[in-house]
């Protein structure tokens, strides 16, 4: 499983909460998260995080893996 996330800085926080309200409009249950929470998020569901690739314009691409093991 691969998702893209976002790095933050103080710079990027009202473009990102921009961006966040934007999908939020689009769908209740999207929006910018936490990169954290995240991967407690998969932890939970027995994904183990694989890598994290720099992105351009501040982004992250998070690849997970599915564990066969608890």
Known sequence: MTITARTFGEAQLSRNAAFDEYLRSQN???GVRNLDDVVAAARAEH???KQIYQMPA???SV???RSFYE
């Open 28 to 30: 209740r249950e999207w």
């Open 63 to 65: 690849v997970f893996e």
């Open 58 to 60: 501040k982004n992250l």
């Open 47 to 49: 994904f183990i995080l």
